[in-house]
T-cell receptor, first 114, second 110 residues
Framework: GAGVSQSPSNKVTEKGKDVELRCDPI?????LYWYRQSLGQGLEFLIYFQGNSAPDKSGLPSDRFSAERTGGSVSTLTIQRTQQEDSAVYLC????????????FGNGTRLTVT | GESVGLHLPTLSVQEGDNSIINCAYS??????FIWYKQESGKGPQFIIDIRSNMDKRQGQRVTVLLNKTVKHLSLQIAATQPGDSAVYFC?????????FGQGTILTVHP
């Protein structure tokens, strides 16, 4: 079956512009996560959606970052007024949400802010 | 200016050797642990997981050991192959939120 799909795979934007990154999770997965990975670094947690519960936004680095999950499926991560330090790979993952279950990752969106 | 480079721990082994990658986790209340493999340009790929009520779990060519006393996790790869070359991350889960370690670069020489 299809895995987690992210689009675009690459995005180059000018400083100050807004960007939207999209994630299509595995069908039926109720939990969805966004992580950020800078060059040569580990994964930094951003936000976590679980079913109809309020999302855990504790990892969002500033109020320029926001995310939505519509209809319990597709998610969009929005970065407003992008800065150069926002350049990174943004990874989306989903899981079944049943007890302890592994996250399945997409291949990420590489964001470059010039 | 300062060059941007990889500052992750590295492990180099010969093909056919066994590899051991170590990880220290931070939250003694974490109840679930996962090892991921990440190849260049791809997202992390699930390798093996273990729950906190276990201390060892085996998969195909891989074994994960959990020592809760010292908050330590290890991944053992048997008969390492060149295709195993990648960055390996451990992750700990607490209430469904996964926190990742810094990663280890494994290089397998033919």
């Amino acid at each position: 079956g299809a895995g987690v799909s992210q689009s675009p795979s690459n995005k180059v934007t000018e400083k100050g512009k807004d960007v939207e990154l999209r994630c299509d999770p595995i069908s039926g997965h109720t939990a969805l996560y966004w992580y950020r990975q800078s060059l040569g670094q580990g994964l930094e947690f951003l936000i976590y959606f679980q079913g109809n519960s309020a999302p855990d936004k504790s990892g969002l680095p500033s109020d320029r970052f926001s995310a939505e999950r519509t209809g319990g499926s597709v998610s969009t991560l929005t970065i407003q007024r992008t800065q150069q330090e926002d350049s990174a790979v943004y990874l989306c993952a989903s899981s079944s949400g049943q007890g302890n279950s592994p996250l399945h990752f997409g291949n990420g969106t590489r964001l470059t802010v010039t | 200016g300062e060059s941007v480079g990889l500052h992750l721990p590295t492990l180099s082994v010969q093909e056919g050797d066994n590899s051991i990658i170590n990880c220290a986790y931070s939250n003694s209340a974490s109840d679930y642990f996962i090892w991921y493999k990440q190849e260049s340009g791809k997202g992390p790929q699930f390798i093996i997981d273990i729950r906190s009520n276990m201390d060892k779990r085996q998969g195909q060519r891989v074994t994960v050991l959990l020592n809760k006393t010292v908050k330590h996790l290890s991944l053992q790869i048997a008969a390492t192959q060149p295709g195993d070359s990648a960055v390996y991350f451990c992750a700990e889960s607490y209430y469904g939120k996964l926190t990742f370690g810094q990663g280890t670069i494994l290089t397998v020489h033919p």
